[in-house]
């Protein structure tokens, strides 16, 4: 007899199954497989109390910190420990309780029943000369030659912007960014390329929007977060996708002194109440990304966090987007310039896969297509 201790294990049904688990059991045991975390903020003290004895009861845990068996505040911040069976029985359990717990219940309902999306790259395209890296700017004919080359490498999206959104960048007028992304478009359009790959148009300027999306785009990135409600619009009329990204400040304001009180709170709050906005207006979360926005107005640890907790914005039902590439949040762990940051880039890009994003936004197709496929075949 021999014993090894197991990595972790992706797919816990085909574990189960390749061992000759019988089918009933499949389902049961791997629900068991798979430890969850929690992290409930101001939760009130009673129902603290109530869910670490639920939770004891049945296997799983609550930690707390000392003074909660004696009520010393009201309320306690706490992390819920404990399988997906654990969850279910809990997320049950807790409808009967008070103080609160029947959201707890709802929020661990809508985390166990999350809709699985399968993971895209989507590579980048700067119609303009002052982006952070050079070597994503390309005009005109260029731009399509690189698109071409993209596709061939891999890319499920493409996505096109004119105008720079790196730290300190200068506004351009809406006249110049349309006259910069109007020949692409147009030549996207006359080509059919958006047969070929999901066209994005990195904008939140409704005219050069509307200008994409005639061309055959059918995605916006919108860094501002659908902060206008033209360009959510616009989304309904073309049956477009929508990301909202999140930004503290612009991208002239964003990076002198990032604070957040919890930053994992503060851009779920963004989110809930951005998509209320768009589903106000007739679109669906279905047609909804979210982007965390990484570097848009966040510190390392900032981004860290979010890259870490990713799997927290899959409760909104939404397509969860990672846009680290490159980005200056590599050169503050380990000093690197933007043309040697692509290693740094394809850790965090994967950690953030494994951690819930299902879009990878990168300057390096080919390189992301190796990496996610090669993270397939470890899973």
């Given at each position: 007899?021999?014993?090894?201790?197991?990595?972790?294990?992706?797919?816990?049904?085909?574990?189960?199954?390749?061992?000759?688990?019988?089918?009933?059991?499949?389902?049961?045991?791997?629900?068991?497989?798979?430890?969850?975390?929690?992290?409930?903020?101001?939760?009130?003290?009673?129902?603290?109390?109530?869910?670490?004895?639920?939770?004891?009861?049945?296997?799983?845990?609550?930690?707390?910190?000392?003074?909660?068996?004696?009520?010393?505040?009201?309320?306690?911040d706490c992390i819920l420990i404990g399988t997906k069976k654990h969850m279910e029985v809990l997320s049950r359990k807790e409808l009967a309780q008070p103080f609160g717990l029947k959201t707890v219940?709802?929020?661990?309902?809508?985390?166990?029943?999350?809709?699985?999306?399968?993971?895209?790259?989507?590579?980048v395209i700067n119609a303009n000369d002052d982006s952070f890296f050079e070597e994503s700017r390309f005009i005109a004919n260029d731009a399509i030659e690189r698109i071409k080359m993209m596709i061939?490498?891999?890319?499920?999206?493409?996505?096109?912007?004119?105008?720079?959104?790196?730290?300190?960048?200068?506004?351009?007028?809406?006249?110049?960014?349309?006259?910069?992304?109007?020949?692409?478009?147009?030549?996207?359009?006359?080509?059919?390329?958006?047969?070929?790959?999901?066209?994005?148009?990195?904008?939140?300027?409704?005219?050069?929007?509307?200008?994409?999306?005639?061309?055959?785009?059918?995605?916006?990135?919108?860094?501002?977060?659908?902060?206008?409600?033209?360009?959510?619009?616009?989304?309904?009329?073309?049956?477009?996708?929508?990301?909202?990204?999140?930004?503290?400040?612009?991208?002239?304001?964003?990076?002198?002194?990032?604070?957040?009180?919890?930053v994992m709170v503060e851009v779920s709050a963004f989110f809930q109440e951005r998509i209320a906005k768009c589903e106000a207006l007739g679109l669906g979360r279905e047609n909804i990304i979210l982007?965390?926005?990484?570097?848009?107005?966040?510190?390392?640890?900032?981004?860290?966090?979010?890259?870490?907790?990713?799997?927290?914005?899959?409760?909104?039902?939404?397509?969860?987007?990672?846009?680290?590439?490159?980005?200056?949040?590599?050169?503050?762990?380990?000093?690197?310039?933007?043309?040697?940051?692509?290693?740094?880039?394809?850790?965090?890009?994967?950690?953030?896969?494994?951690?819930?994003?299902?879009?990878?936004?990168?300057?390096?197709?080919?390189?992301?297509?190796?990496?996610?496929?090669?993270?397939?075949?470890?899973?």
């Amino acid at each position: 007899m021999y014993i090894y201790k197991l990595g972790a294990i992706s797919d816990k049904k085909a574990a189960l199954k390749a061992l000759g688990v019988e089918s009933g059991g499949v389902g049961i045991m791997a629900k068991k497989m798979e430890l969850l975390y929690f992290f409930i903020k101001d939760l009130k003290t009673p129902a603290a109390n109530i869910l670490k004895q639920d939770a004891l009861s049945i296997g799983a845990e609550l930690a707390v910190p000392g003074g909660v068996i004696l009520c010393e505040q009201p309320t306690y911040d706490c992390i819920l420990i404990g399988t997906k069976k654990h969850m279910e029985v809990l997320s049950r359990k807790e409808l009967a309780q008070p103080f609160g717990l029947k959201t707890v219940a709802a929020e661990l309902k809508k985390f166990l029943s999350l809709p699985m999306y399968s993971t895209k790259i989507m590579g980048v395209i700067n119609a303009n000369d002052d982006s952070f890296f050079e070597e994503s700017r390309f005009i005109a004919n260029d731009a399509i030659e690189r698109i071409k080359m993209m596709i061939t490498e891999g890319a499920d999206i493409i996505d096109i912007g004119a105008v720079s959104s790196r730290p300190g960048a200068e506004p351009v007028s809406k006249p110049v960014e349309l006259e910069r992304m109007a020949p692409i478009c147009d030549a996207i359009a006359s080509e059919k390329l958006y047969e070929k790959a999901t066209f994005s148009i990195d904008s939140y300027t409704p005219s050069v929007v509307e200008y994409a999306l005639k061309s055959g785009f059918t995605l916006i990135n919108d860094i501002t977060g659908a902060s206008d409600e033209k360009v959510i619009k616009l989304a309904v009329q073309y049956k477009a996708q929508l990301c909202i990204m999140h930004m503290q400040g612009t991208p002239q304001t964003m990076q002198k002194n990032p604070d957040y009180e919890d930053v994992m709170v503060e851009v779920s709050a963004f989110f809930q109440e951005r998509i209320a906005k768009c589903e106000a207006l007739g679109l669906g979360r279905e047609n909804i990304i979210l982007d965390v926005g990484i570097g848009f107005g966040k510190t390392l640890e900032h981004n860290l966090t979010l890259i870490r907790n990713m799997a927290h914005f899959q409760i909104f039902g939404c397509e969860v987007l990672v846009g680290a590439s490159r980005k200056s949040m590599i050169d503050k762990i380990i000093p690197a310039p933007t043309k040697e940051r692509l290693p740094g880039t394809l850790a965090i890009h994967m950690k953030a896969v494994e951690n819930g994003a299902s879009i990878v936004r990168c300057h390096d197709v080919a390189e992301h297509r190796q990496a996610l496929a090669v993270l397939k075949a470890l899973a």
